[in-house]
């Protein structure tokens, strides 16, 4: 099995079979990660689509040997930002965004629970919310973290703690 780097490297030099391996593999975590971000499902799909969009028009600027993940989730984050920021100018927008899609959510056994957990981080700051899904969703390293949102791994483990401990806040005996 080849590594997310030789097959983007592959795909660098011309194969887009190698693409398509990329997406089959990334595809569900990625779209996991936008769900959470937009907490809608089809934009999030959407917003799938335009990650690997642009991981086509801008593959000439991937650093051939860098961690792909991180890179993929740095376009994905950036989507979901400029599509948070579009709807917060477009209050109809919002209001549908504001709606969670449980269709693409893993299942949990208490229903009255898993509202109350979705509750709580949707109100996180976009900045916490990106850390903490992408440190305990996608399993990335804080480094990693601070590579895909151009921040350092500081500031990556600030947000992650900070979005960590407002959630114990607001889950209080669930924490």
Request: glycine letters at 4%; one cysteine or more.
């Given at each position: 099995?080849?590594?997310?780097?030789?097959?983007?490297?592959?795909?660098?030099?011309?194969?887009?079979?190698?693409?398509?391996?990329?997406?089959?593999?990334?595809?569900?975590?990625?779209?996991?990660?936008?769900?959470?971000?937009?907490?809608?499902?089809?934009?999030?799909?959407?917003?799938?689509?335009?990650?690997?969009?642009?991981?086509?028009?801008?593959?000439?600027?991937?650093?051939?040997?860098?961690?792909?993940?991180p890179w993929l989730l740095t376009i994905a984050a950036n989507a979901a930002r400029d599509?948070?920021?579009?709807?917060?100018?477009?209050?109809?927008?919002?209001?549908?965004?504001?709606?969670?899609?449980?269709?693409?959510?893993?299942?949990?056994?208490?229903?009255?629970?898993r509202r109350r957990i979705e509750a709580a981080f949707a109100e996180l700051p976009v900045q916490q919310r990106e850390a903490v899904v992408m440190h305990k969703v996608n399993g990335l390293s804080f480094e990693q973290i601070a590579d895909a949102l151009d921040i350092t791994s500081t500031a990556a483990r600030i947000r992650a703690h900070r979005g960590y401990e407002r959630l114990r806040e607001l889950l209080g005996d669930l924490a």
């Open positions: 099995m080849e590594t997310d780097e030789v097959l983007m490297n592959r795909y660098c030099e011309g194969d887009t079979k190698a693409l398509e391996v990329l997406f089959d593999r990334h595809a569900r975590g990625v779209h996991a990660f936008l769900a959470r971000m937009v907490r809608d499902g089809a934009l999030a799909e959407d917003l799938l689509q335009s990650t690997f969009l642009s991981v086509v028009r801008s593959a000439d600027r991937y650093q051939r040997g860098s961690p792909v993940m599509s948070l920021r579009r709807a917060k100018l477009n209050p109809e927008v919002l209001a549908e965004v504001s709606q969670p899609d449980s269709a693409h959510e893993p299942a949990m056994s208490d229903p009255a629970m």
